[in-house]
């Protein structure tokens, strides 16, 4: 059975950082491209970023480039997300999710396989 399960969020003060971990288990997490999405309250889930299996590829969407950072560790079987500055517009709950790596788009939510159940991120002004 697969599990995706992220820890690390909470509530931060603006231009604060927060560094979230999501555990993967159940999979071979080498053949795994990883994202991290979010979804503020009434809005659709967005894609934040995303990373290849090798690390090789990183994508982020624009509103988070400069400010986040992903990396992954295939040994502890992990991905991490480093947000800093955050923002209140940061405030969402945060996805992990995985895909079988291949050519779907690291970008798209329907590219991918699992998700975790999430974890709050809440930023204040």
């Known amino acids: 059975q697969v599990q995706l399960v992220e820890s690390g969020g909470g509530l931060v003060q603006a231009g604060g950082s927060l560094r979230l971990s999501c555990a993967a288990s159940?999979?071979?997490?080498?053949?795994?491209?990883m994202g991290w999405f979010r979804q503020a309250p009434g809005k659709e889930r967005e894609f934040v970023v995303g990373i290849s299996w090798s690390g090789g590829l990183i994508e982020y969407a624009d509103s988070v480039k400069g400010r986040f950072t992903i990396s992954r560790d295939n040994a502890k079987n992990a991905v991490y997300l480093a947000m800093n500055s955050l923002k209140p517009e940061d405030t969402a709950v945060y996805y992990c999710?995985?895909?079988?790596?291949?050519?779907?788009?690291?970008?798209?939510?329907?590219?991918?396989?699992?998700w975790g159940q999430g974890t709050q991120v809440t930023v204040s002004s």
């Open positions: 159940g999979l071979t997490f080498s053949n795994y491209d």
């Open positions: 999710a995985g895909k079988l790596s291949g050519s779907r788009r690291l970008g798209t939510v329907k590219s991918y396989d699992y």
